[in-house]
Structure formats: structure tokens, C-alpha cells
């Protein structure tokens, strides 16, 4: 199947980079580079700087190798999840930078690209690695997986309220026959909940989520990256955030709360001790304006929080 690349749209694209306030000396890291869309406009903006991109998907990098490159050559991509951002940095003696930036989630062309397995709405393969290198994928998962964990993933990380019933048809469906493709998996779910449940929203929403989450590891891998990200952001720094889904936001939020907020058995110190301090403050959390979710509708649950390094 053949990928229109651009017809990917960056999400809050001028919020998140006016809120990043860049400058032409800024050392930047793109955490999720994609299709490059919030990268292009950072390069465009730090003449003297640099920018540090990574990502897992070489499709991607390839696509956006050639895009940066059009705009200046102060960059490098690294090809590795973003849980490793200061190992990979350190390994090029970088060891602070001023500008952090996460798109989460899945890009267009990754939804598009049915041969990809992230989509509801179109027969694949089950697949939906960020990194096809990796060995686990969507078919291990739905086939070799127990009911009982089955059912966790889909309740935890896909919020899905018939995660029992689906988990169940499908440990009794691969009895007869592995569940190999899209579809197909599509065609269990359906089967396991009430017709009132299809009519609301796709219901296969939720689990395709809790699945692509449990493959590509995302939600551990966010909350140790942003800690990381803290560590090595220099003084006045900043983070940009864009969520897309309520896991994703409570993790944030709880980073927040973690390494901005003062411990409450000290707010009642006269004096609270320097290493008990916050270390970042929220700035600002913004959604997308109704004109970008009409024109975007992917758009509809972001939101950006961007965070600075006090």
C-alpha cells in the first residue's frame, strides 16, 4: 500500500513550537521525530544550534532524513526509543540541552500504511511495532498471551470496559485457528460486545490501543524518559508534551507532581531544604482550537503541557 507522507499533519504544530521560545544557539531533541513536522520547524529556528532526533521507525528516518536536510545539516537523527535519551546523548559527549520536545502516539502514515497492522479499518497483518527489529508484535500478543493477561492490558491500558467478554471470545477463537490478521481480531471484538457499544465509537478503539501500548512498551518507557529528560535539560530549559490519550496525560501529570510540587510533610517548614524544592514548574497546558480539530480531527484529544526547568 502506498503511504501519501504528506498528508501527515503535526498536532498543536505553532503552539508547541512558539511554547518551546527557541533561539538560533538552542541544542533541541525531537524525542519523536516522525515525519519530521515539528523537527523541520525547529531547524529552521536554530541556525547555531543543534538537534538531536530520535526515533524506532526507519521508514520514518528516511522520509525525514531528506526533509532536514533541506533546511540545514545541524542535525542527527539516532535511531532508538526515547527511554534511552541520555544514554544516546552521552554517547556523543552531549549532556545537557535547553529544548525537549514529545509528539505522542501514532503518526498518519503509520495509521495509513495498512501493512503496518495500527489500524481498525483496514486488513493487515497483526503487527504494530514502532521498530520492526523488535520481536514482539500485535500477533504474539493476541495468540500467545493468556486470557487473564489479556484482559489486564485491555483494562489498563485501553480503558475497556468489555475487556473480560473480548478476552475471552478471543482465547476461545484461537483455539481453532491463530488470529493473524486485522480484521479478523476486528470481527472477535464486535462479536463480544452489545450492539448499543458498536454505535457509539469503533469497538475496537480501545483494545488496538491497549495492544500497540503492550508491544511497543510505551507507557514505561514515557514516564523513565521524561525523568531522564528532567536530569539532563539545563536550568530555564523546556519540555513539550503532547498527549493524546488519558494514560499518557497521568503519566505527565504525575512527573509533574513528583518533581514540581514540595513534599507535604515540608510545606509547613519555615524553610524547606534546597534539595526538597521543585525542580520544574507547569507553564501552560493547551488544547487544539476548534478550527484545528475540524480541520484535523486526530487533533481532538490532544494536549500540549509544556514544562520549565526552574
Not at 29 to 39: F, K, Q, R, W
Not at 225 to 231: G, H, P, Q
Not at 258 to 275: A, M, R, T
Amino acid at each position: 500500500m502506498k503511504v501519501i507522507f504528506n498528508m501527515h499533519v503535526s498536532v498543536l504544530l505553532k503552539e508547541t513550537i512558539d511554547s518551546l521560545l527557541l533561539n538560533e544557539d538552542s541544542i533541541c531533541v525531537d524525542c519523536t521525530l516522525g515525519y519530521g513536522g515539528h523537527s523541520k520547524e525547529v531547524l529552521k529556528r536554530i541556525k547555531r544550534g543543534w538537534l538531536f532526533a530520535f526515533d524506532q521507525d526507519a521508514e520514518a528516518i528516511k522520509y525525514s532524513q531528506k526533509e532536514l536536510e533541506k533546511i540545514g545539516n545541524n542535525f542527527e537523527i539516532i535511531k532508538s526509543n526515547f527511554i534511552n535519551i541520555k544514554e544516546e546523548l552521552n554517547k556523543r559527549d552531549k549532556y545537557k540541552v535547553d529544548r525537549i520536545l514529545f509528539d505522542l502516539g501514532v503518526s498518519s502514515p503509520q495509521l495509513d500504511n495498512a501493512d503496518r497492522g495500527f489500524s481498525y479499518h483496514s486488513d493487515s497483518n497483526l503487527d504494530m511495532r514502532m521498530d520492526k527489529d523488535n520481536e514482539l508484535n500485535a500477533e504474539v500478543v493476541v495468540n500467545e498471551y493468556s486470557q487473564e493477561k489479556l484482559t489486564k492490558i485491555f483494562y489498563e491500558y485501553g480503558e475497556e470496559k468489555y475487556s473480560k467478554s473480548i478476552s475471552r471470545s478471543i482465547c476461545k477463537y484461537r483455539k481453532n485457528k491463530r488470529i493473524t490478521n486485522t480484521l479478523e481480531l476486528v470481527d472477535i471484538i464486535k462479536s463480544s460486545v452489545p450492539t448499543k457499544y458498536k454505535l457509539d465509537k469503533h469497538p475496537a478503539r480501545r483494545v488496538f490501543q491497549a495492544i500497540r501500548i503492550e508491544v511497543n512498551n510505551e507507557l514505561e518507557c514515557l514516564e523513565r524518559a521524561l525523568e531522564e529528560s528532567i536530569n539532563i535539560l539545563n536550568s530555564k530549559g523546556i519540555i513539550c508534551i503532547i498527549t493524546f490519550h488519558s494514560l499518557e496525560e497521568n503519566i505527565v501529570k504525575k512527573i509533574i507532581k513528583k518533581y514540581g510540587e514540595v513534599d507535604k510533610i515540608f510545606k509547613n517548614l519555615p524553610e524547606i531544604p534546597k534539595e526538597y524544592l521543585p525542580i520544574i514548574k507547569l507553564v501552560k497546558k493547551i488544547k487544539p482550537s476548534n478550527n484545528e480539530i475540524e480541520i484535523n480531527n486526530r487533533s481532538r484529544s490532544a494536549k500540549l503541557f509544556v514544562i520549565e526547568k526552574i
